[in-house]
């Protein structure tokens, strides 16, 4: 009768083990989703979501994947994590249940998953969720109205806000034939244009910034001055293709890439930013979390 007893306490032995396991990172994270500007407090910041596959062990030898979704908002220009926030594990996730930020608006980002959530930058204090924001409550109108708004429109493009760039014209103004910038040698080029379409101006001395072509395929951005003199040449090392992403950090353009990489080992995604002024780039390593600078632009020819 012991024995029998003792039956039910083995079988629950291997759960009640692999309860002290830990998870462990399958494969790194990757972005979500689309980045996104955000500014309060003086923060100048950009926001995204990350997805990152892990495993847990199971009462066998099978394991579970699942998914990681965390929110950060990292400072510019340094790339430091202001904060960072746990969206939660997702097991066999569909499309509708994931996190994804859908717009940014009065240092609030806002968020899409079971319902349409808001966070304060840089806090990421929560705001009053959709969920509790009832039809007939004359106060929450105008939380209503903001969250309608965003569902209604696939993304929410403002000054400050992402752009996606599926051709060069579409974020570039071609400079004139014989114009002064078309003989300081950059091959197609373009002024780049700011999130409102309008030519990205840098002040003291009055410039322009211009993207080019180099050789490989791949881009770099300079800043031309209006009497034709080039200051500075910063080269991206990033190709013009539907997975890249240009926002408006105000005093810094930044650049979203994902690309598959060489070896087959999943997508490499990286944020670029540049420096308006002096055209110094750091990189944020999606993978690692790391963020560093990644040379200085070089001066080049004057005219």
């Not at 989703?33 to 596959?53: K, L, M, P, Q």
């Amino acid at each position: 009768m012991i024995a029998l007893r003792l039956i039910p306490l083995l079988a629950l032995a291997p759960l009640l083990a692999c309860g002290d396991r830990p998870d462990r990172q399958y494969e790194p994270p990757i972005l979500a989703d689309r980045i996104f500007t955000a500014s309060a407090n003086s923060v100048e910041a950009f926001a995204y979501i990350t997805r990152e596959v892990r495993v847990r062990p199971g009462p066998t030898r099978l394991s579970r994947r699942f998914d990681r979704y965390t929110l950060y908002v990292r400072r510019l220009p340094d790339g430091e994590i202001v904060r960072e926030l746990p969206m939660g594990d997702i097991l066999n996730a569909m499309e509708d249940s994931t996190p994804r930020i859908i717009g940014v608006a009065d240092g609030v980002i806002w968020i899409q998953r079971d319902s349409v959530e808001g966070y304060r930058v840089p806090s990421l204090e929560p705001v009053m969720h959709s969920a509790n924001a009832r039809a007939d409550d004359a106060s929450t109108a105008a939380l209503r109205a903001e969250i309608a708004r965003f569902i209604s429109r696939p993304f929410w493009e403002r000054p400050g806000s992402a752009r996606l760039f599926t051709q060069v014209s579409n974020g570039l103004m071609p400079f004139e034939r014989g114009s002064r910038l078309e003989s300081l040698g950059l091959t197609q080029a373009g002024v780049l244009m700011r999130a409102d379409r309008s030519a990205w101006l840098v002040k003291e001395p009055a410039s322009v910034l211009v993207m080019s072509s180099e050789a490989d395929s791949t881009w770099s951005v300079s800043r031309v001055t209006l009497a034709g003199e080039r200051r500075w040449t910063t080269p991206l090392a990033l190709r013009f293709e539907p997975a890249l992403v240009v926002l408006d950090a105000a005093t810094h353009v930044v650049f979203m890439d994902s690309q598959s990489q060489a070896d087959r080992s999943g997508v490499r995604d990286r944020v670029a930013w540049v420096n308006e002024a002096t055209g110094e780039m750091r990189v944020l390593e999606i993978a690692d979390g790391t963020a560093a600078v990644v040379g200085l632009p070089g001066s080049g020819p004057t005219n």
